[in-house]
Structure formats: C-alpha cells, structure tokens
T-cell receptor, first 113, second 113 residues
Framework: KNEVEQSPQNLTAQEGEFITINCSYS?????LHWLQQHPGGGIVSLFM???GKKKHGRLIATINIQEKHSSLHITASHPRDSAVYIC???????????????FGKGTKLSVKP | EPEVTQTPSHQVTQMGQEVILRCVPI?????FYWYRQILGQKVEFLVS????????KSEIFDDQFSVERPDGSNFTLKIRSTKLEDSAMYFC???????????FGPGTRLLVL
C-alpha cells in the first residue's frame, strides 16, 4: 500500500474553475510538500507545511494533521496551471529524519481554455 | 535566483557501463538528495547526504550506486554497472536544512540500452 495517496489521478477543468486536489497519508509526518511537475519533467516546490494553511497567489494548501489529509486548491484556474501536482511527505523520526521525501503518484491537471 | 543545476540533461549508455550524473546544489545549502523517476511512475528517494556522508538511503540505492561531493560544489551520483531498469529521470535536490523547502534540479534523463 502506498504511504501517500492522491486523488483524483487525473483532472480536467475549464479555465476559471476552482480546483481541489487531495492527499492522504498513512504515516506520521514532520512536514508535507506540494510540488508541481511540468510537462518537461522539472519539479518545483509550491508549499511546505506542517500545520494549518498557506496561500501563495491563486494557490492555497491546507493540512489536517489529525486526519492525515492535505488539500491543494487552485482558484481561477488557467491553462498555464496544467501540470502534475505531487504531494510528498517527510516521515517523522526514523527513516525520514534527514528530510527525504515520500512521494504520491501525482495528479495530472489539464485546464482547458 | 540561485538554482540547482544538473549535467548532462540526457545520457544514453550501454548496459554494464558506468555513468556519473552531476549536480551543483545551491551554494549555501547543506542537505543534498538524489531521487529518481521511472517513466510513468512516481518519484522515489534514493539517498540523502549531509556533512560529507550519506545520512539515509533507500533499498534502491544498492552497491551499484555511490555518491560523492568531490570539491565542495559538485554532488555526483555514480552507477557502476548500469542495468536496463536504471533508465529513469534522476533529480538532484538541495536544502538549507532538512525541514526546509527542497530545490530540485531540472533532472538528467538516463537511458540504458
């Protein structure tokens, strides 16, 4: 079983729509990352959070530690938001003690004009 | 803005050959990571490196793999005798601290024939 599960796997939206991508994890964590992977393969870190909520432009990330769940929201989506969005966690203690990430499979988002 | 760089961007090699993938992390970063992504699959952790030694490695990182920081700026991943299944995109990442954002390089696409 994957330690990090994302849903949906694929998401198609119309420009302007509000988008939510979900991430659930089964291990104790010290932090959770949301990453964006462009069609060319490059990975960019969007957020790192360990509690509450963070906002950057049209992107909002929330985490509920008790429920082991995080969401990434995109407001007023645009075709340039089309990418794969990846949730990754740093396991608390033990094998995650040096910051290495455990990745979800990603959500492929396509925003149509 | 400082960035992580990787060379080469693409490498094709014959099975059994040695390859060295190179990374230049951001200059004031202290934690370094290698990840890989087999085509169509999720990103996987290989190894983390801090204070000139390996701090964590995954099951994938067997005796065929080694890492080195030979000169205080480069961070290299060596695969001694490549196998077909080593074909993947290899990403280097660095961070100031294991609890901080990781910055990813653009990746090296390795193809083993």
């Amino acid at each position: 079983k994957n330690e990090v599960e994302q849903s949906p796997q694929n998401l198609t939206a119309q420009e302007g729509e509000f988008i939510t991508i979900n991430c659930s994890y089964s291990v104790g964590i010290s932090a959770l990352h949301w990453l964006q992977q462009h069609p060319g393969g490059g990975i960019v870190s969007l957020f790192m959070l360990s509690s509450g909520k963070k906002k950057h432009g049209r992107l909002i990330a929330t985490i509920n530690i008790q429920e082991k769940h995080s969401s990434l929201h995109i407001t007023a989506s645009h075709p340039r938001d089309s990418a794969v969005y990846i949730c990754a966690v740093i396991r608390a203690g033990g094998g995650g003690s040096q910051g290495n990430l455990i990745f979800g499979k990603g959500t492929k988002l396509s925003v149509k004009p | 803005e400082p960035e992580v760089t990787q060379t080469p961007s693409h490498q094709v090699t014959q099975m059994g050959q040695e390859v060295i993938l190179r990374c230049v992390p951001i200059s004031n970063h202290l934690y370094f990571y290698w990840y890989r992504q087999i085509l169509g699959q999720k990103v996987e952790f290989l190894v983390s490196f801090y204070n000139n030694e390996i701090s964590e490695k995954s099951e994938i990182f067997d005796d065929q793999f080694s890492v080195e920081r030979p000169d205080g700026s480069n961070f290299t991943l060596k695969i001694r005798s490549t196998k077909l299944e080593d074909s993947a995109m290899y990403f280097c990442a660095s961070s100031t601290n294991m609890k901080e954002t990781q910055y990813f390089g653009p990746g090296t696409r390795l193809l083993v024939l």
